[in-house]
């Protein structure tokens, strides 16, 4: 049986963020993941956590000035720093809430230089936190112009140069599907590398079903390839979240 859990970034947005936890439980999530919680204090995300009785499966590195265009640093030359007080900063958030992973976020950057940082700073990240786990995600180019990490097989390179339990690959049905236009190939490519699964459907990244993304193969594909990891929903809904779920039950 799969394990979905819910992005309460994306999901329950009707809500603020500290009702979204109890919400993803009564509709039947089994664990939630925030992509930023960096503006709220991590001692109530961690009570509104323990209130429902969810755990925390993943939240991203800091992006930096999203609205200025800036999407992490982890793959950006001269960038170190910024991207080392930003992987300070999600591990002070990750002693109290406990995710399984960190997914962190290569930047907008391009050429050797760039993949020489991302391996550099993933080096020692996964090094200094080993307990801890990261990821990194290809995000198409059409919703995320200029992001270094667009491609599977640059993400499967760095993933395999680095050897680190504690690395894996977020595979994202949306961007995968994006990115190569074939999502069950691309999964039986990677999905010895993938560690978290997250989906949406195309066009208008709303709930699965309701684009052309092939939502129920998808999921026998897990099934036959004995995925045990988690299923996120990471999609903005078409209407109301609650009216969203179809896909979600039996």
């Not at 961690?46 to 499966?57: F, K």
């Not at 290569?106 to 020489?116: F, I, Q, R, T, V």
């Not at 990261?134 to 270094?148: H, Q, R, T, W």
């Amino acid at each position: 049986m799969p394990h979905f859990a819910a992005n309460l970034t994306m999901l329950f947005a009707e809500l603020p963020l500290l009702e979204r936890f109890a919400a993803a439980q009564h509709a039947g999530f089994d664990a939630v993941e925030v992509l930023f919680p960096y503006d709220h204090d991590p001692k109530e995300l961690r009570a509104a956590l323990d209130d429902c009785g969810l755990p925390l499966i993943l939240f991203n590195t800091p992006p930096g000035d999203w609205q200025n265009g800036e999407r992490g640093f982890a793959a950006v030359p001269g960038a170190e720093g910024r991207f080392n007080e930003g992987l300070a900063l999600a591990l002070e958030y990750a002693e109290i809430l406990r995710p399984a992973f960190i997914h962190v976020m290569s930047g907008n950057a391009a050429g050797p230089k760039a993949l020489d940082t991302l391996l550099g700073n993933l080096h020692r990240a996964v090094q200094h936190s080993p307990r801890q786990g990261f990821l990194i995600e290809p995000l198409n180019p059409y919703d995320m112009p200029g992001y270094f990490l667009n491609d599977f097989a640059t993400a499967s390179h760095v993933i395999a140069d680095i050897n680190a339990a504690n690395l894996g690959l977020q595979f994202d049905a949306y961007h995968a599907h994006r990115i190569t236009g074939d999502l069950l190939g691309t999964w039986n490519a990677f999905r010895h590398q993938a560690q978290h699964i997250q989906i949406a459907d195309h066009p208008g990244r709303h709930e699965p079903g309701s684009g052309e993304i092939p939502f129920a193969a998808f999921f026998e594909h897990l099934k036959s390839s004995a995925y045990t990891g988690w299923i996120s929903a990471e999609y903005h809904p078409a209407n109301t979240t609650v009216s969203s779920l179809g896909w979600l039950k039996p």
